[in-house]
C-alpha cells in the first residue's frame, strides 16, 4: 500500500545519510493516536494506544541535534493526555543504529525494556558505546497510570560528532594579511577561503565539522550551508572552540566541487570593551573536516591544510561585531565558491600548529534568524537622507533591496531611538559605530546583507542611494540564540501586555551566544549581574535550559584562579587581574545554575559546576573569616541603578542605595545557602553540612552586624530590605517588621520604588509573598516616574537600561550609559509570572514535577492567562472575574501536581467543574490560610469556581 495515496499524507519526509524517514499522518483526524509512525521499509503496525500521547523527543534539550560529544547523551519526552492523574508508570526506549531497525522495533544501540518510572526527563542512554560520527535513531513508548502502553512515538535521532582528539585532521588555517586593519573602521576585512577536490559520484553520505577563529560562513558548490549566523559563537576561545556539524550530502556532485568559507574577525579579533581588538588572537582563522562515505562503503577526508587557497581581498572589506560591515561589490569574486573559478590569484593558506584548545558540540541553539520586520514608516528628514521604522526595537541586522550607483557608497545606519529633527540618535552607541556600506559595482538594483556583525535598532537611515526608495527597501532580520519561546501571556490590561512583549523582546535582544547586557553599544557582553536578576524572567519566556548549560561553561572557564567568579563571561581580558568577584555579578556563577536546576532539574549541570560554585564562596570567606564580605569585593556595582542616580526635582538625593557591606553579605550568605543546597543533590554530604552551617554562620553575622531589634536593616533601604527577605536572612519575627520598614520607605518615595537592578524585582517578589501585592501591583501599574508604564508612556518598545532613557519634553538621559534595550528592570516578569498568571516552581520538586498555582488579582485586571511549556509539558492558568466570581481553569501535565491557591475563605465555597470541588476527581482539599484554600490537584485539566464578595 501507497500510504501516500488515500487519506494518509505524508506530514514530513527527511532524507538522512542512513535511509529515508516518514512521518504518516491520517488527513482530517484529530483523534488520538492518529499519528502514527510508520517507515517506508516497515509494515504498517495499527497502534492500541492509551490516551497517553509523548510528545516533544528531546536529545541534550534539543531537537535532533547533531555533531555532539556528550558520551552519555539524555533523552527526554513530555506527555499530553486529558485524565486526570494521568501519569506514566513506565517506559521504553528504543535507540537503533538506522531508521530501518527502528522501524522494526528493535533497538540495536539500546533497548531500555520496560522500565517501570514516571522519570520523562534525563533518561540517561545506557547503550552500546557511542563512537564518533555514530548516529543514534531512538522513539519511546509510555504506560499510563491503568498500565496501558501508548502508541510508540514519532521517531527522533541524533548524531555524535569527532569525540576523540585524534579524529581530527583537519588544521587551523589563516588567510593572508590578518592582522592588517582597515583604516575607516578599525575591522578587519574577512577571508575568503576555498578548496577544490573532485568525486567520483555515488556519496552516500557527508558531513562537515567545521569552526572558526572568528565567525564563519560555510558554503559548497555556491550554496550557503546551514543557517547559523555568527558561527561557532563565542566561548571561552583560550580554552574551548564549538565546532558546528552539517550534513551536506546533497550539495555534493560527480565532478569538480568546491568547499568555500568566509571568515571575519568576530569576537576572536576584534574590537571587545574593556581589552580592545585581538582579545584572543591576531589572525582569524578556519577548520573543516568534510568527511564523506560513498555507496560502496569506502570513505575520503577532506580538511583543512596548506592546499587551501585564500585571500582577504574580497568583497568583505570590513566587519565587526560593533562597528559593522563594509562590503565593496566592485571586489567580489564571480564564482569564488563553486567549480570552475581561477585561484590562482589567492594564496597558499597559512597553516597553524595544532593547540591544545578543546573542540566541542555547540550544544546551545544557534544563532538564526527568528522574524522579519517591515517597516511601518518612512521619512525623509534631510533630502536624499532616508529614514525607515521598523516599529519595534530589534537585533539583527537588515536585508537592503535599492538602487544605487556604480561607485557610490550606500551607508545604512542604525539607532534604537530619533532625534527631535527625525535624524537617528547615536550618541548612546558610544563606540560601537553599526554602521554598514555597500559600494554598488554597477548602476541599479541590489540587495544586500551582512554577514559578520549585529546591530541593536529600531531605525534604519539609507543614504547614497540612487533613488528614492519605498519602505520595502528594508527588511529587518531579527536574529538571536534561537532558544524556543516557553511562556506566553496575556491580561486585560493591554499596557501590562506590551511591557511583557517589551520583556520578551528584550529577551531575544541579548541572547546572542552569551547572556548580554544590551545589543547596541561597545559592550554587549554577557555581564553576570544582569542575567542574575532576570534569570528566572528569562527562564519563564524561553526554554533556556541548553543556553545556560552551554554559557554556565564559560563562566566556569573564566573563573579566576582564587575562585572569583567573572564580572562578565566570557571573559575577553584577564580574570585574575580584573573585571571578577563583584557581588551579585560573580554570584550569578552560583544563581543562575541553581534557576537552570529549579526550572529543570538538571542534576548533571550542578555536578558539573558544583565545584566551581563552591570555590566562589570559599574565596570569600577565606578573604573574611569574620563573615561580613568587606574585603577582596572587586569593584563595588552595588544595586546599580538604585534611585540616588535618579536625578528628578524633589526626589531624594540619597538614601537608596545599600550600603555596599550589606549588599555583598546578603550575596555572600545566599551564594553560601545555594552551594550547601548544590552539595546535598549532588550528594557531597560533608560539604552539604559545612555550606549549610556557613550559611548559618553568615546569616547571624548580618542579623548582628547589621539589623536592630525592630527589624531595620543598617541604611533603611528598600533594596537592603528586599536582600534580606529575599534571601531568609532574617529571624523569623523580624520579617514582618522589615517588611513594614520597606513599605514605609516605598511610601516615602511616594509609592514608587527606589530599587537598582539587583533589588527591584526582589522588592516586588517580597512585597508579595509578605501579602503586600496590592502595593506592588501599584508600582507595576504606576504611570509615574520611575515605572515601567513611564517607560512605555515615552516610547519603550523594549526594557530600558534606565528608567528615564528619554523623557517626551525633556530628551535624553546621559549618552555615556543610555541603552533602550537592557533587560535587569525587565526582571519584574518573574513578578507577572508568579503573581499575575501565578505560576511558581516549586524548590522541593524541580523541573516543574510539582507547581504552585497562586493569582493574586489586583490592578483592576480581570483576566490573565498564561501558557507555559515547562520541561514536563505545557501548563495553562487562566483566571477570570466574571459575574460576581473568580474562575481558574488549569491544566496540569500528566505526570506532574500542583498546588493551588483559591482565594475562598471557606471550603464549600470552591465549585469545580460545577460540582463542590471536594467531590471533584483528582482535587484534594490541603488547609485553608488567610481568606483563601489551599488544594492539591492531579495532572488534568480544572475549572474551579469561587464567588468573590
Ligand atoms: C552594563 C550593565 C552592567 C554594568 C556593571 C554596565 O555598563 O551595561 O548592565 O551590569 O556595567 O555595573
Same mark, same amino acid.
Given at each position: 500500500m501507497d500510504l501516500a495515496d488515500g487519506p494518509w499524507q505524508a506530514a514530513r519526509v527527511s532524507r538522512h545519510c542512513h535511509g529515508t524517514m516518514t512521518t504518516y499522518q491520517l488527513a482530517g483526524l484529530t483523534a488520538r493516536c492518529v499519528s502514527l509512525a510508520l517507515f517506508v521499509s516497515a509494515g504498517l503496525t495499527v497502534c492500541t494506544a492509551a490516551p497517553l500521547r509523548i510528545e516533544n523527543l528531546r536529545c541534550e534539550y534539543r531537537v535532533n541535534p547533531a555533531g555532539l560529544d556528550v558520551r552519555t547523551p539524555r533523552l527526554s519526552w513530555t506527555l499530553t493526555g486529558d485524565r486526570r492523574g494521568e501519569r506514566q508508570t513506565a517506559y521504553r526506549v528504543l535507540v537503533a543504529s538506522s531508521a530501518r531497525i527502528l522501524a522494526e522495533d528493535r533497538g540495536d544501540l539500546w533497548d531500555s525494556g520496560k522500565v517501570a518510572s514516571d522519570q520523562t526527563i534525563h533518561i540517561l542512554y545506557a547503550g552500546q558505546p557511542l563512537k564518533s560520527r555514530a548516529r543514534a535513531w531512538w522513539r519511546v513508548r509510555a504506560w499510563d497510570k491503568d498500565s496501558q502502553p501508548s502508541a510508540w512515538s514519532s521517531p527522533a535521532q541524533w548524531s555524535m560528532g569527532l569525540i576523540e582528539p585524534s579524529d581530527w585532521q583537519a588544521r587551523w588555517i589563516a588567510g593572508p594579511g590578518g592582522s592588517s586593519t582597515n583604516s575607516k573602521t578599525g575591522a578587519l576585512p574577512a577571508s575568503m577561503f576555498r578548496k577544490s577536490f573532485p568525486l567520483p559520484g555515488g556519496v552516500r553520505c557527508a558531513i562537515a565539522y567545521v569552526t572558526a577563529d572568528g565567525v564563519y560562513e560555510l558554503r559548497l558548490n555556491g550554496h550557503r550551508v546551514g543557517n547559523h549566523l555568527l558561527a561557532p559563537e563565542w566561548t571561552s576561545y583560550r580554552r574551548r572552540v564549538q565546532y558546528q556539524t552539517v550534513e551536506v550530502t546533497a550539495l555534493l556532485r560527480r565532478g569538480e566541487n568546491v568547499v568555500a568559507a568566509l571568515v571575519g574577525?568576530?569576537? /576572536? #579579533?576584534g574590537r571587545l570593551m574593556a581589552v580592545g581588538r585581538f582579545a584572543y588572537g591576531t589572525h582569524p582563522r578556519f577548520l573543516l573536516q568534510l568527511e564523506i562515505e560513498f555507496d560502496d562503503g569506502t570513505r575520503q577526508t577532506l580538511a583543512t591544510d596548506q592546499t587551501w587557497r585564500s585571500t582577504s581581498n574580497g568583497p568583505i572589506t570590513a566587519a565587526g561585531i560593533y562597528d559593522g560591515e563594509n562590503y565593496d561589490a566592485r571586489k567580489e569574486w564571480p564564482g569564488w565558491d563553486a567549480p570552475g573559478f581561477d585561484d590562482h590569484p589567492w594564496s597558499p593558506a597559512a597553516v597553524s600548529p595544532p593547540d591544545s584548545r578543546a573542540l566541542v558540540w555547540q550544544r546551545n541553539e544557534p544563532i538564526q534568524v527568528q522574524r522579519e520586520m517591515s517597516p511601518t514608516r518612512l521619512t525623509e528628514p534631510r533630502p536624499g537622507t532616508y529614514v525607515f521604522d521598523l516599529g519595534q526595537n530589534m537585533v539583527g541586522w537588515c536585508r537592503v533591496h535599492a538602487r544605487g550607483a556604480a561607485g557610490r557608497p550606500v551607508t545604512i545606519r542604525h539607532a534604537e531611538m530619533l532625534n527631535e529633527d527625525g535624524t537617528l540618535y547615536t550618541a548612546n552607541l558610544r563606540g560601537a559605530p553599526q554602521i554598514d556600506r555597500y559600494m554598488p559595482r554597477v548602476d541599479g538594483e541590489f540587495t544586500f546583507e551582512p554577514h559578520f556583525t549585529y546591530h541593536g535598532f529600531r531605525y534604519v537611515e539609507l543614504t547614497g542611494l540612487a533613488q528614492r526608495p519605498t519602505t520595502r527597501a528594508v527588511l529587518g532580520r531579527v536574529f538571536h540564540s534561537a532558544a524556543p519561546l516557553a511562556g506566553r501571556l496575556a491580561c486585560s490590561d493591554p499596557s501590562l501586555n506590551r511591557l511583557m512583549e517589551n520583556i520578551v523582546w528584550t529577551e531575544r535582544a541579548n541572547l546572542m551566544s552569551s547572556p548580554n547586557d544590551?545589543?547596541?553599544? $561597545?559592550e554587549r557582553f554577557g555581564w553576570m549581574g544582569d542575567i542574575q536578576a532576570f534569570a528566572q524572567t528569562a527562564m519563564f519566556n524561553m526554554n533556556l535550559a541548553a543556553f545556560a548549560t552551554k554559557w554556565l561553561q564559560d563562566v566556569r572557564d573564566d573563573q579566576a584562579d582564587d575562585g572569583r567568579f567573572p564580572d562578565f563571561a566570557p571573559h575577553p581580558g584577564n580574570p585574575n587581574r580584573q573585571f571578577s568577584g563583584v557581588p551579585a555579578w560573580a554570584d550569578a556563577g552560583t544563581i543562575v545554575p541553581w534557576r537552570a536546576y529549579q526550572n529543570y532539574a538538571d542534576l548533571r549541570l550542578l555536578e558539573e559546576h558544583f565545584d566551581a560554585a563552591r570555590r566562589w564562596v570559599d574565596y570569600i570567606h577565606r578573604a573574611n573569616p569574620d563573615l561580613?564580605? %568587606?574585603? @577582596?569585593?572587586? %569593584? =563595588? /556595582? %552595588? $544595586?546599580?541603578? %538604585?534611585? =540616588?542616580?535618579v536625578k528628578q526635582t524633589g526626589w531624594p538625593t540619597n538614601g537608596a542605595s545599600v550600603p555596599n557591606a550589606v549588599f555583598a553579605t546578603a550575596f555572600f550568605a545566599h551564594s553560601t545557602e545555594l552551594v550547601a543546597k548544590m552539595a546535598a543533590l549532588t550528594g557531597h554530604r560533608e560539604e552539604a553540612q559545612h555550606y549549610a552551617a556557613l550559611f548559618n554562620d553568615i546569616k547571624a553575622a548580618f542579623q548582628r552586624r547589621f539589623v536592630a531589634s525592630d527589624g531595620r536593616i543598617e541604611g533603611d533601604t528598600q533594596g537592603g530590605y528586599a536582600l534580606a527577605l529575599n534571601f531568609d536572612l532574617l529571624p523569623e519575627q523580624l520579617r514582618p517588621p522589615a517588611t513594614a520598614h520597606l513599605v514605609n520607605n516605598i511610601h516615602r518615595y511616594h509609592d514608587h520604588l527606589s530599587t537598582g537592578i539587583q533589588t527591584t524585582h526582589r522588592a516586588m517578589l517580597e512585597l508579595g509573598r509578605n501579602r503586600h501585592e496590592d502595593l506592588a501591583w501599584q508600582m507595576l501599574t504606576n504611570r509615574t516616574f520611575p515605572s515601567w508604564l513611564y517607560m512605555l508612556d515615552n516610547g519603550a518598545t523594549t526594557v530600558w &537600561?534606565?528608567? =528615564?532613557?528619554y523623557v517626551r519634553g525633556r530628551g535624553f538621559q546621559d549618552a555615556g550609559m543610555n541603552s533602550f534595550n537592557h533587560w535587569a528592570f525587565g526582571a519584574v516578569g518573574e513578578w507577572i509570572w508568579r503573581y499575575v498568571v501565578g505560576l511558581n516552581p516549586d524548590d522541593a520538586a524541580a523541573g516543574w514535577k510539582h507547581f504552585v498555582v497562586a493569582p493574586k488579582p489586583g490592578g483592576g485586571v480581570t483576566w490573565a492567562r498564561g501558557d507555559y511549556d515547562s520541561i514536563r509539558g505545557r501548563i495553562t492558568s487562566q483566571w477570570r472575574l466574571v459575574d460576581g466570581a473568580f474562575t481558574l481553569e488549569l491544566t496540569v501535565p500528566p505526570n506532574t501536581t500542583a498546588t493551588v491557591y483559591l482565594p #475562598?475563605? &471557606?471550603? @464549600?465555597q470552591v465549585r469545580e467543574s460545577g460540582r463542590p470541588a471536594r467531590q471533584a476527581p483528582g482535587v484534594t482539599w490541603l488547609r485553608g490560610v488567610t481568606g483563601e484554600t489551599v488544594w492539591r490537584v492531579a495532572s488534568g485539566h480544572y475549572s474551579f469556581r469561587v464567588p468573590v464578595p
Open positions: 574577525e568576530g569576537w /576572536y #579579533a544590551c545589543p547596541q553599544r $561597545d561580613i564580605w %568587606n574585603k @577582596g569585593r572587586g %569593584n =563595588d /556595582y %552595588n $544595586d546599580w541603578l %538604585n534611585g =540616588d542616580w &537600561e534606565r528608567w =528615564d532613557g #475562598a475563605r &471557606e471550603v @464549600g
